[in-house]
């Protein structure tokens, strides 16, 4: 690698990871916004106490035994995760009034219980990766149009739901269309897309920025060119990857990089590479995600077993608490809090929906339910949640 390339973009990292004194002082000034925020809708001094208890609460289901050790700032933002709301914004009080008005006795929908919702785009792509959960769908004729979207997305954004990431296949394929998405809805979620870095031009990242897209996450599976291109089956999707991150990083996107943790990556060697290279490219997130027999992966033996999960749990905790590694991006490890807290998907606080609009647990557990747009979709949450997650739970 260019060490003195690698030097300026390390430095550049430094301004965005929060860390130590300047992390709390910014913490501080959060829980006070959110004190303010709460105690203009309830004047009652029981229930602000009853809230705060509440909301003090919910650190413990939404962190580690590590605490909360960094936070990303971009574009004017603070971030614990780039699957929440970033503070300031109002959006980022959102989740937490859903949570309040629960504790308060509110009459809150499954739909509207949601945090997150993750949309299947396309079923259009260029790739045919190594594990990937749309597999059997891939370049079949897509079957939700753009108003379908428009009209998916009014149901969400009726329902409160902040954050919205667009998958697919490849969601880039369809600029225009994102595009035009974005524009009709402005400013009532955060959206997120998920790409391959196919077809992510500075020019098209700045269309859909200024249309209302707040980050992407860039599924890159390897430190090296050949293995991940050979995990994507392309030539040039490394290429893709670095480019899209460049621009994203450029345009002051939320950056995070997603790996799919396979039993031959996951060593600790791979892994610090891993989040070095990612720190080299300018990513503020790392999201790990265990390979699941779900997609081109059905009926194959592709679960982590006992050691390398533990493996993945020391690399997560140490990421984003050792002092030595305060200047590296933060690590997104959505298994451990399922296996030690239970899983926050499955209609929980998220859902996914399919190519096809229909719902599920998440793209992994395909438990296919009803269609967004058909009105039992409240029977059919339910139902998600009485389903659970099949993570194999090994320790
Ligand atoms: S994982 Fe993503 S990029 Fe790869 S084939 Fe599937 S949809 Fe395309």
Redesign the pocket.
């Known amino acids: 690698m260019n060490n003195s390339k690698s030097t300026m973009q390390t430095e550049k990292r430094t301004e965005t990871i929060k860390v130590g004194f300047t992390k709390n002082w910014i913490l501080l000034r959060m829980w006070i916004s959110i004190g303010i925020h709460f105690m203009k809708r309830y004047k009652n001094p029981f229930l602000l106490g009853k809230i705060r208890k509440h909301i003090l609460s919910l650190k413990q289901v939404y962190t580690t035994e590590t605490g909360i050790g960094k936070l990303a700032y971009v574009n004017g933002k603070y971030y614990f995760n780039s699957n929440m709301n970033g503070w300031p914004s109002p959006l980022f009080y959102r989740p937490l009034e859903v949570e309040v008005s629960k504790a308060l006795n509110g009459s809150i929908s499954n739909l509207e219980n949601l945090k997150l919702v993750q949309i299947a785009f396309t079923k259009k792509?260029?790739?045919?990766?190594e594990?990937?959960?749309?597999?059997h769908e891939?370049n079949k004729k897509d079957t939700l149009s753009l108003d379908d979207h428009k009209q998916i997305l009014q149901k969400l954004h009726a329902a409160g739901i902040s954050v919205i990431q667009y998958?697919?296949?490849?969601p880039m394929t369809h600029v225009d269309d994102l595009v035009e998405l974005f524009e009709s809805a402005p400013g009532k979620s955060d959206f997120y897309i998920?790409t391959?870095g196919?077809n992510c031009s500075r020019k098209n990242l700045e269309r859909l920025k200024n249309a209302g897209l707040t980050g992407i996450s860039i599924?890159i599976d390897h430190y090296l060119a050949e293995k991940h291109n050979a995990f994507?089956r392309n030539d040039k999707a490394f290429q893709w990857a670095l480019d899209a991150a460049k621009n994203a990083r450029d345009l002051n996107l939320v950056l995070t990089f997603t790996i799919c943790a396979t039993k031959e990556f996951c060593s600790e060697e791979n892994l610090w590479n891993y989040l070095n290279f990612a720190n080299e490219q300018g990513a503020s997130f790392v999201q790990v995600l265990e390979p699941r027999a779900a997609g081109n992966y059905e009926y194959q033996d592709v679960y982590l077993n006992l050691e390398q999960l533990t493996t993945l749990e020391t690399f997560f905790l140490q990421a984003n608490a050792d002092a030595s590694k305060k200047h590296l991006p933060i690590v997104l490890y959505t298994g451990y809090h399922q296996r030690k807290k239970g899983c926050l998907g499955a209609g929980n606080g998220y859902l996914y929906i399919d190519t096809d609009g229909y719902i599920s647990s998440c793209p992994f557990c395909r438990n296919m339910k009803t269609h967004i747009l058909d009105k039992n979709h409240e029977t059919a949450i339910h139902e998600l949640k009485i389903d659970g997650c099949d993570l194999p739970i090994l320790n």
């Open positions: 792509c260029p790739l045919n990766c594990h990937c959960y749309e597999g891939l998958g697919g296949g490849e998920y391959s196919f599924g994507r």
